[in-house]
């Protein structure tokens, strides 16, 4: 079993629906919680980060992690066609800063 | 602009062959990474440096070798030992002050073996 485990879609909605991304996780050592946004032929690039347990809101997104049942989410509220990429979602154990467990990535395609 | 610059951006390798990645950074980061990402499976991590000349295996390190002799830079080599090269290879560093321990990517360097 992998440490994280993501769909990896792909996901297509309209323009304007709210999105949802999961990713589920074995290791209760995991701490903080992140969520990658990868354009295409790009790097990743941070988008949202958590530490333990609750919600973050920035603007449309927001990210819940529920450590109790190693569960992690991420909402896109008024989804726009420039959301159109790749989300990873990324976990750390604290211990090791900066060597993260990254999942398989979902791809999602917002159409106008 | 500070940031992370990989090179080349694409690399064709006859079999056999080694091939070196570039990656530097002027962003002043202690720490470097690579990852090596494949279609469906996400990023996996091959070495990573928290400082100067040293460096760890990470999960798929078989087949590649790093160096790092000075803080800005941290070239991979896929040596002929590595059986499946062909893939997107990313170089990322981070500052261990940080709160979040974000990674800063470069833009990948994507290799073809043919």
């Known amino acids: 079993q992998k440490e994280v485990e993501q769909d990896p879609g792909p996901l297509s909605v309209p323009e304007g629906a709210i999105v949802s991304l999961n990713c589920t996780y074995s290791?209760?050592?995991?701490?903080?919680f992140m969520w990658y946004r990868q354009y295409s032929r790009k790097g990743p690039e941070l988008l949202m980060y958590?530490?333990?347990?609750g919600n973050k809101e920035d603007g449309r997104f927001t990210a819940q992690v529920d450590k109790s049942s190693k569960y992690i989410s991420l909402f896109i509220r008024d989804s726009q066609p420039s959301d159109s990429a790749t989300y990873l979602c990324a976990m750390e154990r604290g211990s090791t800063l900066g060597r993260l467990y990254f999942g398989r990535g979902t791809q999602l395609t917002v159409w106008p | 602009d500070g940031g992370i610059t990989q090179s080349p951006k694409y690399l064709f390798r006859k079999e056999g062959q080694n091939v070196t990645l570039s990656c530097e950074q002027n962003l002043n980061h202690d720490a470097m990474y690579w990852y090596r990402q494949d279609p469906g499976q996400g990023l996996r991590l091959i070495y990573y440096?928290?400082?100067?000349?040293?460096?760890q295996k990470g999960d798929i390190a078989e087949g590649y070798s790093v160096s790092r002799e000075k803080k800005e830079s941290f070239p991979l080599t896929v040596t002929s030992a590595q059986k499946n090269p062909t893939a997107f290879y990313l170089c990322?560093?981070?500052?261990?002050?940080?709160?979040?321990?974000?990674?800063?990517f470069g833009e990948g360097s994507r290799l073809t073996v043919l």
């Open positions: 958590t530490y333990s347990s």
């Open positions: 440096s928290q400082i100067v000349n040293d460096f």
């Open positions: 990322a560093s981070s500052d261990f002050g940080a709160t979040t321990g974000e990674l800063f």
């Open positions: 290791n209760s050592a995991f701490q903080y």
